[in-house]
């Protein structure tokens, strides 16, 4: 589903844009999508009705849907340099250590982009795919870096890197759901260790 965008925004709209979604995004991670209304939105926000739509004509739908941008990048900023190579295993090692980082640093548990998906699939599922394809594009990441190592020989020959990297991610996002229900970063290390574990399985 296409994303509605507000007119072409001057400097000072846009940075008034963006405050509005980084307070919106920790409203809706603390409370849902469900139990956050726009009124709640405006309040914590400080800004109007009118001012909403402004930025946002798609309404709570658009909004919600720039939060998931937000929460994407935020995510994935926070595994950088690592994310963007994994080419050697110390660079997955890296890799790991910024995620159990990044999210024991957080005052909520659990990964945002995953919970608004899943929380998106029942009332809105095309909002919902939109969101899931920060999850793709977080998995891929993950995959190309498998693919540099087997390309290097790190990997073997026969080691198939999309099957590998879903795993790994399967693993990250198990993690984080037992590490939201037990408000407890252990399950999150123990799901990643057992991935890299199950990763150099795969080693030349």
Known sequence: MGVMTATKLTPKGAATRERIVEAAADLILARGVGG???????????TSKS???????????????????FQAERV?????????TLDTWEAWQGWRDSVIAHYGSQPHWGCPIGSLAGELMGNDPARAADVAE?????????QAGAERMRESG?????ADPERLALSVFASLQG???LTQTMCSIE???????????TLRDSAA
């Open 76 to 84: 994935l900023q926070a595994q950088r340099p690592y994310l963007d």
């Open 175 to 177: 993690g984080l759901l």
């Open 154 to 158: 790190l990997l073997r020959a026969d």
């Open 187 to 197: 399950p999150l290390a123990a799901a990643l260790d057992g991935a890299l574990a």
């Open 51 to 69: 001012q909403l739509f402004h930025y946002f004509p798609g309404g709570k739908s658009e909004l919600v849907g720039a939060i998931a941008a």
């Open 134 to 142: 920060h999850l793709n594009k977080w998995r891929g990441y993950l």
């Open 36 to 46: 956050t209304s726009l009124d709640d939105i405006r309040a914590g926000t400080a």
